[in-house]
């Protein structure tokens, strides 16, 4: 698994890329909960990448929303890739997130 | 061929001994990837000890067991560890603690064997009681639930890690016959939903019709019959015969043998 992280015009963008997995989802939810700059009024999560995910992926997205409520900042997901989709369909919490699935 | 190309499990001659005993003699066949593959036997087949060669627990006298192309018997113990980590288990008696709530006992592997927050497990278990009917019994302690809902929780549990192939031992035992259907439905539900490949063992011909799709009759240590249940079922062998039709086994006794273990007394 790979991120990337920037920050630009109050929109902080987390690229996740490869497995995310058991032992790969405490680096993503270092990016997506702990390392999120105060001034960023937008979380959103670029998922175009990842090939596969579970339910520890699935968690911490949850976790970065729930956050994020409590700092009145956004939280979207961006492209999720099919597996992405698969397992937020399967643990029935497609419906919770904001989903974007256009371009930039 | 193709099963042999997909297979996920691949069992070789395997034997297993307690002392002198022989459990299990030479027992082969392969699971594909995905699929139920039911091992029925009666009272002393050795099915369970089949299922704790597959997990691990036990090393085999002879054979192999390959995991995913790799030589599970092979391995060291940090080998095999990260192995079994992609594996679940469902225990004959569920085998949860009664001390603890059944949200922490789901979450319990994920907090021995993984470095995720407690609040990450947390949800991740969460997730898991909602996928087997249980998300409303998280706060519960195992002795308040019933029979089939603790078997449920067990297969939360079981399904904690997000594993690759899942066991289940007896997964119907002391269940009634409705209880049983709804743990096979769930079996299935898990199968169908994460392409999980499950092996069963269990002594339940309503099993075999209602969840398997590879069914193995083990009698006496050996596979007598492997298939489809359909051409399992046809097998002309007597003792499949004599199983599936329910037909009380003869009494064996070896006078002889019964003598002399008296009369060296």
């Known amino acids: ?104 | 061929m193709t099963q042999q190309a997909d297979a996920i499990i691949e069992v070789d001659g395997l034997s297993a001994r307690y002392g002198a005993h022989t459990v299990l003699d030479g027992v082969s066949f392969r699971v594909r990837r995905g699929e139920i593959f039911v091992i029925l036997g009666g009272s002393g087949s050795g099915k369970s000890t089949l299922l704790r060669n597959l997990v691990g627990l036990m090393r085999p006298a002879a054979g192999r067991i390959v995991l995913n192309s790799q030589d599970f018997t092979a391995m060291d113990e940090a080998e095999r560890l990260a192995v079994r980590k992609k594996m679940g288990m469902c225990f004959q008696g569920s085998a949860l603690l009664n001390s603890m709530t059944v949200l922490d006992n789901v979450a319990l592997p994920l907090r021995e064997h993984t470095r995720l927050k407690s609040s990450t497990i947390d949800i991740m278990a969460r997730i898991k009681l909602e996928l087997v009917g249980l998300g409303r019994f998280g706060r519960y302690y195992p002795p308040e639930l019933s029979g089939g809902m603790r078997k449920r929780a067990g297969v939360a549990r079981a399904m904690a890690m997000d594993p690759e192939i899942i066991c289940y031992d007896e997964p119907s035992a002391g269940l009634d016959p409705v209880v049983a259907a709804g743990v096979d439905k769930l079996i299935r539900k898990m199968q169908q939903t994460f392409h999980l490949t499950s092996v069963v063992v269990t002594h339940e011909l309503a099993s075999v019709d209602l969840i398997a799709d590879t069914v193995c009759v083990l009698h006496d240590g050996q596979v007598l019959a492997i298939g489809p249940p359909d051409e399992v079922k046809r097998s002309s062998h007597p003792y499949v015969q004599q199983f599936f039709s329910r037909q009380p086994e003869a009494e064996v006794s070896d006078n002889n043998e019964y003598i002399r273990s008296i009369t060296q007394l």
């Open chain 1, 1 to 104: 698994m790979a991120i990337q992280t920037e920050e630009d015009q109050g929109t902080w963008t987390v690229r996740v890329s490869g497995e995310v997995d058991l032992y790969s989802s405490p680096e993503m939810r270092k990016a997506v909960v702990e390392e999120v700059p105060a001034s960023a009024d937008v979380l959103a999560v670029d998922l175009e990448q990842v090939a596969y995910m579970d339910s520890s992926g699935v968690a911490t997205l949850v976790e970065g929303l729930r956050e994020s409520s409590s700092q009145n900042r956004r939280f979207v997901l961006l492209r999720p890739s099919p597996p992405v989709r698969k397992v937020l369909e399967l643990s029935r919490l497609d419906m919770v997130f904001d989903i974007e699935e256009g371009d930039e």
